[in-house]
C-alpha cells in the first residue's frame, strides 16, 4: 500500500442552533431511539445533509484541481454489513483509508473505480494516478473538514493513511479498519463540466455516525434539561 498524510486543523467560529438547522435542515433526533447498530430515519436524515453540505464546500477547490466545473451530488445513503460493501463497483478500484480525529474519531474508506480515476489523472497531471487521486483526496477533504469544523463547532482533522488497489472483490478486507458489523456506504458523483461523472462510494463505520448525531443533537439541545 502507498501511504500519504495530510492533516488538516482548523477552528472556526461557533454557529448558532438556529443556523446549524438551517443547514442541516432538521431539528436533531430522539437520542432515546438510537441503536447502536442500526440508524433511524432521522440519523439517516442528519447525517446525509452533514455530507451533502461539507462535501459540496469541496466543488470550488476541486473545479480549480480538474480545471472542469464541479458539482458535488447529494450523497445516497445505505446501511449494509461489512461484507455486502462495495458490492456496486467492479474490481479492480481502488480505495483510500482515512482517519478523523479531534471532535471526531474514527476511519473512512473511500472507494473510486480505476476508470475514474483514469479520468482523475488525465485531469490533474497526466502520469502518476496514486498521485493524481492523492491531491484529489488531500484538496476534497480539507474542504471537508473545514466544513464540518464549522457545522459541528469541533476542531477536526483528516489524515490520508493510504490508497491501495483492490484486484478482486473477494480481496477486500475492511475488518481491520472498522469495528462492527454495519457500516453506512454514501454514493455520491462529481460532475464534470465536459466530461463523465465520477462515482465514489464511502463507508463510514456506524459508530463514527453516531457521534456526528450525538454532536448535531447536542447542538440544538435535544434531550437537555429545561
Given amino acids: 500500500m502507498s501511504t500519504v498524510k495530510v492533516t488538516n486543523s482548523m477552528t472556526f467560529d461557533k454557529l448558532s442552533s438556529e443556523e446549524i438547522n438551517g443547514l442541516l435542515g432538521q431539528k436533531g433526533t430522539d437520542g432515546n431511539t438510537m441503536s447502536m447498530n442500526s440508524l433511524s430515519k432521522a440519523e439517516i436524515e442528519v447525517v446525509t445533509e452533514l455530507l451533502n453540505v461539507s462535501l459540496g464546500s469541496s466543488s470550488t477547490v476541486l473545479s480549480e484541481l480538474l480545471t472542469e466545473a464541479v458539482t458535488v451530488t447529494t450523497p445516497m445513503l445505505q446501511l449494509k454489513q461489512k461484507e455486502n460493501l462495495l458490492t456496486n463497483l467492479q474490481a479492480p478500484f481502488c480505495v483510500a483509508l482515512g482517519e478523523f480525529t479531534g471532535g471526531i474519531k474514527g476511519t473512512q474508506i473511500l472507494a473510486i473505480n480505476n476508470d475514474d480515476v483514469e479520468t482523475i489523472t488525465e485531469l490533474v497531471d497526466g502520469t502518476d494516478s496514486d498521485l493524481a487521486l492523492q491531491k484529489l483526496i488531500q484538496q476534497m477533504y480539507t474542504a471537508v473538514s473545514q466544513s464540518m469544523s464549522t457545522l459541528l463547532d469541533k476542531e477536526i482533522a483528516y489524515s490520508l493513511s493510504g490508497i491501495d488497489v483492490v484486484e478482486k472483490r473477494e480481496d477486500l478486507s475492511v475488518e481491520y479498519f472498522i469495528e462492527g458489523d454495519n457500516v453506512v456506504e454514501a454514493a455520491f458523483q462529481l460532475?464534470?463540466?465536459?466530461?463523465?461523472?465520477?462515482?465514489?462510494?464511502?463507508?463510514?463505520?456506524?459508530?463514527?455516525?453516531?457521534?456526528?448525531?450525538?454532536?448535531v443533537n447536542n447542538s440544538v439541545g435535544v434531550n437537555k434539561p429545561v
Fill in 191 to 215: 460532475k464534470l463540466g465536459n466530461h463523465k461523472n465520477l462515482s465514489f462510494h464511502l463507508c463510514i463505520p456506524i459508530q463514527l455516525v453516531k457521534q456526528i448525531v450525538t454532536i
